[in-house]
């Protein structure tokens, strides 16, 4: 299969071009020049360029590649920076996936894999969510991804477009793109570089991931008919405090080194409006997908914690 992917140069795409050429597919690259070039892009041969909020451009990317897919997962994704620049996150998430979206469709394309958010569900109060929960934004974020996602649904319901949509809880182990801001990697490199862990909050509940893992569904979902037209949660079903999180890296690293590792929060939020808890039923995964989580948060840990300790050279 013809597969353009966007978002190659990011912490999933990077992981999931490799694994998609494993499979036998023919996999092409949508890049901005701008692209932060974390992913050794350069000397692939299947690549084309086009900013996303550049209608003319898409358009003649995805001409040129006429590829028989598109994985869009290509996307602005710190949260917190959504709070500081609504404006470029709504163009980018939003914006470029309609313009990515309507290309695909005058184009022909027999499948479009969006990468959404469990962001979107924001507070909820029934555990674990449900794909069909009332979506809830606390974040600019997360309101721009609703926006693509009812986008894609609208094409869906009146031109029968080919949609599937993912929403991934919080994965991790972004080793492979050398990015320590988030909460796993921030705990993982503190542990090893400073024997101190410094965080935020310890009470949010969350649903953590492991990349490879996250990786194997859009391998599952592209190859899946079954999958179009459904809304789909990637995610372990098991709610973890970010305290737990952060204990247990500690233990793994005091492991692994033999020092002790300790433990501190901040007094300030990370964000100005918090999810208190967000766990997701795997179900329809395991339903359509046929999609389950491999590794335990401690077997993930570990490997990332290993992937980490090789990257920075301890």
Not at 8 to 18: N, T
Not at 293 to 309: H, K, T, V, Y
Request: hydrophobic residues 40%; contains cysteine; glycine residues 6%.
């Amino acid at each position: 299969m013809r597969i353009l992917l966007t978002g190659s140069s990011g912490f999933i795409g990077s992981a999931l071009l490799p694994r998609l050429e494993r499979e036998g597919h023919e996999v092409w690259q949508l890049l901005r020049y701008v692209s932060g070039g974390r992913y050794d892009y350069w000397e692939r041969q299947r690549k084309v360029f086009a900013d996303l909020r550049d209608h003319d451009a898409v358009r003649s990317a995805v001409h040129d590649v006429a590829p028989d897919a598109i994985i869009h997962l290509g996307a602005i994704t710190p949260v917190s920076f959504s709070f500081m620049s609504a404006v470029d996150v709504f163009e980018v998430n939003a914006l470029g996936t309609i313009n990515l979206a309507n290309v695909a469709m005058d184009e022909g394309v027999e499948h479009f894999v969006h990468a959404s958010t469990s962001e979107c569900y924001g507070i909820q109060r029934k555990f674990p969510i449900r794909e069909d929960a009332n979506l809830n934004p606390t974040s600019p974020y997360a309101v721009a991804k609703i926006a693509a996602e009812h986008h894609l649904r609208l094409l869906r319901e009146i031109y029968g477009f080919p949609v599937t949509i993912i929403r991934p809880f919080n994965s991790y182990n972004r080793a492979n793109v050398r990015n320590r801001h988030y909460a796993v990697e921030r705990a993982i490199t503190m542990a090893l570089e400073r024997r101190h862990i410094r965080l935020h909050n310890p009470r949010p509940v969350r649903d953590f991931l492991y990349r490879d893992d996250h990786v194997e569904a859009y391998v599952r979902c592209i190859e899946n008919r079954r999958a179009i037209g459904e809304t789909i949660n990637v995610c372990t079903g098991r709610g973890v405090t970010i305290e737990e999180m952060a204990r247990l890296v500690a233990r793994l690293v005091e492991e692994r080194t033999g020092e002790k590792v300790g433990i501190s929060w901040e007094a300030e939020p990370d964000r100005p409006l918090d999810i208190p808890v967000l766990v997701g039923s795997r179900e329809r995964a395991r339903r359509v997908l046929g999609w389950r989580p491999r590794r335990s948060l401690e077997e993930g840990l570990r490997l990332a914690i290993d992937e980490w300790a090789r990257v920075l050279g301890c």
